[in-house]
């Protein structure tokens, strides 16, 4: 009996033959049944896109995935260890600094105690569900249309899930400390609204945008703009809308012909001035108390943070750490302020707890990943890659306001879909109506080895000749 024969992937680094290995090249290459992989990757997306990360509200799934970075640390050592990911190095770099040498500073600078100081690195944690997630995504093997399914489901979920809470919650379920809840909220400028997760729902509408430009049809736009009338009447984030919209027009200009780009980018630039001089007009003056007391409340944050770190260099180089609300000391205790938040400080609060180094390895790691999911999303020309990419954008948009550190598992989730659809693209059999693409892949180029296999008649044939 003939042993199997093994492929060698540069980009997956496949041990033995039946353990982890690629599926083959079929259409029945998933692990499990379609029903089974729909319903696995329903399941455990939003738990790796931290969808309920803050929702204390919801004990269950709270709890969940609170602990889902560790329930995920078998495939995180796996991806870890035994693939050959993209940035690998740069992820393994920045998950020593956060959690290795951070804690050590918080210990220095703000008295914390070695298990305050462990607690803090929580919320870094998710960095890992990249390789989680990757190796996870290798075991499935789920089918491109299958996985693809999945996310656009959860996005319009997302959007019906919020509508049916804004038409049959009582108005009891509100309520006006963000501690006690972050899905309901009720607020003095903003009113009632819900802050839901929306990681699949912006993802959604960059594709219906890029789905759009390739085959138009109304009813894409026509979702699209219901989408965004729900988040304005309803999600009322305004830094999260005004990036989506930013986003999705710089999909058009980018999925636009040559000289209906030109013409859309001319326009651009004659109604820009106009809408900004409009709105300015309507502030008349107001326009700081426009924005509500969320502008105040970071203006002080913001102040705060500067005069702690003050002077010294070593404190902007490598930040001072920071606290948790269950830690023995807290940071509105050091600065006699609960209207300080580091979360809402964007950049300022990224440099404040880690430091100028670790702001840059934040930036290269989104940098690099929008670089290339862009790059093989350009290859492949699908919209979903293309939406992808333009989630990643959305993010680094909204660093100015919200840190990046917040729901690092985001960067996880789009990093770990976009390596394996390249992959899958990659390795995809040519057919005879299908042109190969110039270029190989960025992320993953498979290089596969010309085996032969020789059996036992023809080496006894060829041995009588």
Not at 135 to 151: C, D, E, T, Y
Not at 228 to 236: A, G, P, S
Not at 310 to 315: A, F, I, K, Q
Request: with cysteine; aromatic share 12%.
């Amino acid at each position: 009996m003939s042993a199997p024969v093994a492929r060698s992937y540069r980009g997956v680094v496949i041990s033995r033959a039946g353990r982890f290995a690629p599926p083959p090249q079929t259409g029945e290459s998933e692990r499990l049944s379609p029903a089974m992989t729909f319903v696995v990757l329903l399941g455990v997306l939003p738990m790796f896109a931290q969808c309920f990360h803050y929702l204390n509200e919801l004990p269950p799934p709270y709890l969940l995935s609170k602990a889902w970075p560790m329930l995920a640390l078998p495939l995180t050592v796996y991806g870890m260890a035994r693939m050959k990911l993209p940035a690998k190095a740069i992820y393994l770099v920045f998950l020593a600094y956060a959690i290795g040498f951070t804690p050590l500073i918080s210990m220095i600078q703000l008295g914390n105690g070695f298990f305050d100081a462990l607690t803090t690195t929580i919320k870094i944690w998710p960095v890992t569900y990249y390789f989680a997630l990757s190796a996870l995504l290798l075991w499935l093997s789920p089918a491109v249309p299958r996985l693809k399914g999945a996310m656009l489901t959860l996005g319009y979920a997302t959007y019906v899930i919020m509508l049916l809470l804004w038409l049959v919650a009582p108005a009891s379920w509100y309520n006006s400390d963000p501690s006690g809840g972050k899905l309901m909220l009720f607020e003095q400028e903003r009113g009632y609204r819900i802050y839901m997760p929306m990681f699949f729902g912006m993802i959604l509408i960059f594709y219906l945008t890029r789905s759009f430009m390739q085959k138009p049809h109304w009813l894409k736009v026509a979702a699209v703009a219901v989408a965004v009338v729900l988040m304005l009447v309803i999600f009322k984030q305004r830094a999260s809308i005004g990036a989506a919209v930013a986003v999705v027009g710089f999909g058009v200009l980018a999925s636009a012909p040559q000289r209906l780009r030109r013409l859309f980018i001319g326009a651009l630039c004659v109604l820009a001035p106009l809408a900004i001089g409009v709105l300015v007009m309507r502030a008349s003056g107001n326009f700081v108390e426009s924005l509500g007391g969320s502008l105040s409340v970071r203006q002080h944050s913001f102040a705060l943070a500067t005069d702690f770190l003050g002077v010294n260099v070593w404190n902007w180089l490598f930040g001072v750490g920071a606290t948790t609300r269950f830690s023995t000391i807290t940071l509105a205790e050091i600065f006699g302020s609960a209207q300080f938040f580091i979360a809402d400080l964007g950049w300022v609060g990224v440099v404040f707890e880690y430091g100028a180094v670790g702001a840059l390895l934040i930036a290269v790691l989104y940098g690099w990943g929008y670089v290339a999911v862009s790059k093989a999303a350009q290859r492949s020309r699908d919209p979903f890659a293309q939406a992808l990419a333009d989630y990643i954008l959305f993010l680094i948009v909204t660093s100015a306001v919200y840190s990046l550190v917040l729901t690092p598992g985001e960067l996880g989730v789009v990093m770990a879909l976009a390596v394996y659809l390249d992959q899958k693209r990659a390795r995809e059999p040519l057919s005879d109506s299908r042109t190969p693409t110039p270029a190989g892949p960025i992320i993953y180029r498979p290089t596969r080895r010309r085996m032969t296999v020789t059996s036992h008649a023809a080496t006894a044939k060829k041995t009588v000749r």
